[in-house]
């Protein structure tokens, strides 16, 4: 199947990640359910379960595969949870799949008892995050999940940036034994320059500049390179751009050095601009006493506009037009 | 496993609730009440069903225990100390700052298989065991504990459901079936009745004892109810049990005693023990 046109993308934003020779790949989701289902071929212990979700989780193949590694419990997302932590006590490599809207909401407290604070080891993928689902609604907008997950003890929460995280992060969550929340879209993504080496808990260098700071995670990554790269050929402006997968533990290293190395950093994240990267990032360096021009880009804090996932992305200036004009203003152009 | 007579488990019972009584008095905390309508309960799977021991505990062909009823923790760890997870006298630190042994179900605790104390996870948890112990072959059982206030919460009717469906005859639900709750009676707080109709409708083999009878509870518990189903006992529990001004009285859902209410209860027990044929105490 070939991937839609990325609509997220403008012509101009297009003909930039031509010149930088990004191509693009596919969609996380995909990736996710690819990876998974290798990981669960050569280790019979792997299962995933699935709350009716396996068809919006890409795992039709893996459940004919692999039937015996699959435990559908139906539309039951606290069960889901419940049924996970179980399994992962009694020593399975466990995936609770489920829309990320629903696994950070309806299953919040078997999360935070069942497997943040019994230690289970489940490794819950949230689906379709954000605002994948875009024109469906809120009810299906996941942009409370960092704010709420980040607030449980001993949990590892991340959204990967490309397929190249994505697939590290589900090998590495499957040998951590550790419970880890990841999130992955719908929509294809550009495979990010840099170093790939993955571990939770270090960001990612994607683009290296000592102007200002893109600091971002999940699928706004990539609108933050364009905009740093748009902005370096319109504005002469060298701007270093962090791909921070884990938003929790944060690599305060990474954000610290950039602090202090850029005049200004701006935040992305695909996430309600309360509880998530930004305020991480805002509460990291109030406390080190270091703090640049720094602004926190995400959606505000009212009714989402409808409309598809770019359309969101756009109207809330998450785009390489959008953060460039961010990134002047913020610098006093 | 040490085999115990009908008498040795009425003792044991009896020094439970004593033991339990003391524990909650010196923590100055504690759910009294449902603490001694889940003791006989905990007896008899502890001393009498399960395969679970300080010895046993860390190998996965383990039977599993989780108190889905959290707030009963002192029965649970009073037994727990019995068995020789730790020494009882640990048990004197229960709530004291920085103590492991905290005022719901923890790890931190030896023996304990999980956290609880939010009501209605306890069988979400035990199906994702029993769905785990099936696709593993092994032939470990799982219990878990739930009180009749609990069934309010949704999440045991989706676990209901699951288990059926997936034909967990090596899980067994316990509902510590007291009748009252912190308001007042469960049947005017919310209504679960009629429960084993519900549970059998939901494709549960169900099987009603009295939750304090030694025998009835040794042949509900001692084996699956029905092969290819999930089993519930229903176990007619009185809360408070065995402390005559405690019982069926919900005032004592979290009361802690006074020293007088304490030596009273303290006359009851010891009366009670000198009654059990081969007391010792």
């Not at chain 2, 707080?189 to 004892?209: D, H, I, Q, S």
Request: charged fraction near 20%; glycine fraction near 10%; include cysteine.
């Amino acid at each position: 199947m070939s991937a839609p046109a990325p609509s997220m993308y403008s012509a101009d934003a297009q003909a930039v990640a031509e010149k930088l020779g990004l191509s693009l790949g596919r969609p996380n989701l995909e990736v996710f359910a690819e990876t998974l289902q290798e990981l669960a071929a050569g280790d019979p212990n792997v299962v995933a379960v699935t709350s009716d979700s396996r068809g919006s989780g890409k795992l039709g193949p893996y459940g004919k595969a692999l039937p015996r590694q699959i435990v559908e419990v139906g539309i039951a997302e606290q069960n889901l949870v419940g049924i996970a932590a179980g399994l992962a006590s009694v020593g399975k490599t466990t995936f609770a799949v489920s829309p990320a809207c629903f696994l950070a909401a309806r299953s919040l407290e078997q999360i935070k008892n069942d497997i943040a604070y019994s230690d289970n080891p489940v490794k819950l993928i949230g689906i379709s995050a954000g605002v994948s689902y875009g024109a469906l609604g809120t009810t299906h907008h996941s942009l409370h999940d960092f704010a709420a997950l980040r607030a449980i003890n001993n949990l590892i929460v991340a959204a990967p940036a490309d397929n190249i995280e994505a697939r590290a992060s589900i090998r590495s969550a499957a040998a951590l034994p550790a419970p880890v929340y990841l999130r992955f879209g719908k929509a294809p993504l550009y495979d990010l320059p840099g170093d790939a080496d993955f571990v939770f808990g270090k960001a990612r260098l994607v683009r290296a500049g000592r102007d200002a700071a893109f600091v971002a995670t999940g699928e706004a990554v990539i609108h933050a390179l364009l905009a740093a790269e748009h902005l370096a050929a319109t504005a002469g402006l060298d701007c270093r751009v962090l791909s921070v997968p884990t938003v929790k533990p944060l690599d305060t290293k990474a954000v610290q050095d950039a602090a202090a190395d850029c005049a200004a950093i701006v935040t992305v994240e695909e996430h309600m601009v309360h509880g998530g990267l930004g305020e991480a990032c805002a509460a990291l360096l109030a406390q080190s006493g270091r703090v640049p021009k720094f602004r926190i880009v995400g959606i505000p804090d009212e009714y989402t506009v409808t409309g598809s996932q770019a359309d969101i992305f756009r109207h809330y200036g998450m785009t390489m037009e959008g953060l460039a004009t961010t990134m002047r203003t913020l610098l006093g152009d | 496993m040490q085999t115990y007579t009908d008498d040795d488990l009425r003792r044991r019972s009896l020094e439970y609730r004593r033991d339990t009584l003391r524990a909650i008095k010196a923590a100055g905390a504690g759910h009294t009440g449902g603490s001694l309508s889940a003791i006989d309960i905990l007896n008899v799977l502890y001393n009498r069903v399960m395969r679970v021991s300080p010895e046993n505990f860390s190998s996965p062909a383990r039977d599993r225990y989780v108190q889905s009823k959290g707030h009963s923790v002192e029965a649970l760890f009073v037994v727990l100390a019995s068995k020789g997870f730790y020494p009882a006298s640990e048990l004197d630190t229960l709530c004291d700052y920085q103590s492991h042994f905290v005022g719901h179900p923890t790890r931190k605790v030896p023996g304990v298989e999980q956290n609880t104390g939010a009501l209605g996870h306890g069988l979400p948890i035990c199906t994702g065991m029993a769905i785990g112990g099936k696709l593993d072959g092994a032939d470990y059982r799982v219990f878990t504990l739930l009180g009749d206030g609990e069934l309010a919460e949704g999440s045991n009717w989706e676990a209901a459901m699951a288990a059926a469906h997936y034909g967990l005859d090596n899980l067994t639900a316990i509902v510590d079936c007291n009748t009252l709750q912190i308001t007042g009676r469960t049947r005017d707080v919310m209504n679960a009745e009629p429960l084993a109709e519900k549970f059998e409708a939901f494709g549960w083999a169900v099987r009603t004892v009295d939750g304090h009878d030694i025998g009835e509870l040794t042949d509900a518990l001692s084996a699956p109810l029905e092969a290819g189903k999930p089993g519930v006992v229903i176990a007619r529990t009185v809360k408070g049990k065995g402390i005559s001004f405690m019982e069926d009285n919900g005032a004592w859902h979290h009361k802690v005693p006074t020293d007088d209410e304490f030596a009273a209860a303290m006359a009851e027990l010891d009366a009670a023990l000198a009654g059990v044929a081969g007391a010792s105490q």
